[in-house]
């Protein structure tokens, strides 16, 4: 073995920066401050305009490398300089207007360690204001790795933010540098189609919501990239499909956050369109099951619910009765409230990789 070789960090943390000088010095604290030290800092700061090079190159301590772009690149090829450069076997990523808690890479790189099978690992998110004050909203993600796999179709289930991947499977993947947006969504749902991921079920980032984050106009664009990942992921299960049938299935997972309330036209479209999922996938078998029937039972709950407005009640209560879907919805709202609901970490914990759909 070579000495460079053997002087390599375990875990390479790569924090992309562009115009974070605000963040970026509490994004390195938070890694200089883990209790897992044989790491190397990569930041990779994106033709930045503002004084973050300045604050990366204050920190003295030889773990932390800064990296720089002459002009601005987008951050899929950011990302992808960072795997590039990283020494490390293992590769967190941090945003760099994000901290880690002192624990994350400690109990990442173990579980990773005891996990051969799994390609990487994530953790749960909380939220922080502008000035770094807890927001009291947490964002799960399934644990287990059939869920993550079948959530694919919808959303990510991994946060990227969170995430400790093994550096041979992200080189092999990459970021696709033509996604100006849902770059991590698009990266995770190709990982996930043939490798394992899980999720520790616990805080282990804290991510800050700042003004700069969203706007209408990026919130467009992102729902046309992650449609063309639905596209990608219906082609190869054999489903057909139009472009507002896309829209439609975007909707599914956003029906409160967008303020949509279904009408019956949408209700029955929602009928067919699960149902045909499910056929697709018995046929095709991209998806873990039951993971995905009870992912699919639960939208199915959640349109009929959502439509009870415009519906009434009686007649959305009658009509989620007499579909077939409604076999896999109490299985679906039991794995969500398991995920929304408050519980004690260490029961959590306890499960192992069994995760709330697999019980």
């Known amino acids: ?23 970026l010095g509490a994004a390195i604290e938070s890694v200089l401050a883990q209790t897992y030290r044989d790491f190397e800092l990569l930041v990779i700061d994106d033709g930045s305009a503002d004084r973050s090079r300045e604050v990366a190159r204050r920190y003295r301590d030889r ?49 990773l360690d005891r996990h051969p099978n799994h390609a990487a690992v994530g953790a749960w998110v909380d939220w922080m204001d502008d000035s770094g004050r807890p927001l009291g909203r947490v964002k799960r993600r399934p644990v287990a790795a059939c869920d993550v796999a079948a959530l694919r179709l919808f959303r990510q289930g991994i946060e990227n933010t969170a995430s400790l991947a093994r550096t041979a499977i992200l080189r092999a993947y990459r970021h696709d540098e033509r996604f100006a947006v849902s770059e991590d969504f698009e990266i995770w749902a190709r990982i996930a189609a043939e490798h394992g991921i899980a999720n520790l079920p616990e805080v282990l980032v804290r991510r800050r919501a700042h003004p700069q984050q969203t706007s209408k106009d990026r919130d467009e664009q992102t729902r046309l990239y992650r449609q063309a990942i639905y596209a990608r992921q219906l082609e190869a299960l054999g489903v057909a499909f139009e472009e507002e049938d896309l829209r439609r299935h975007h909707l599914l997972r956003r029906m409160r956050k967008s303020g949509f309330t279904p009408d019956r036209a949408y209700v029955e479209w929602a009928e067919t ?27 199915w709950l959640k349109v009929c619910w959502n439509a009870a407005p415009n519906l009434g009640w009686p007649a959305a209560w009658q009509r989620f009765r007499t579909s077939s879907l409604r076999r896999w919805a109490w299985a679906g709202l039991r794995n ?3 995920l929304r609901g408050p519980r004690p970490i260490a029961w959590l914990a306890g499960q192992g990789l069994a995760g709330p759909a697999s019980g």
Request: charged share 20%; proline share 6%.
């Open 336 to 338: 969500d409230l398991f």
């Open 1 to 23: 073995m070579s000495s460079a070789a053997a002087d390599a960090p375990r875990v390479s943390v790569v924090i992309p920066v562009y115009n974070r000088e605000a963040y």
């Open 63 to 111: 773990r932390v490398r800064l990296l720089c772009h002459e002009h601005n690149q987008g951050l899929p090829r950011t990302r992808n300089a960072g795997i590039d450069a990283a020494r490390g076997t293992y590769v967190a990523f941090l945003d760099s207007d994000d901290v880690a808690l002192p624990a994350r890479l400690a109990k990442q790189v173990s579980f």
């Open 273 to 299: 369109w699960l149902r045909a999922l499910q056929a697709a996938n018995a046929r095709a078998a991209r998806y873990p099951e039951p993971s995905l029937s009870q992912l699919l039972g639960g939208f």
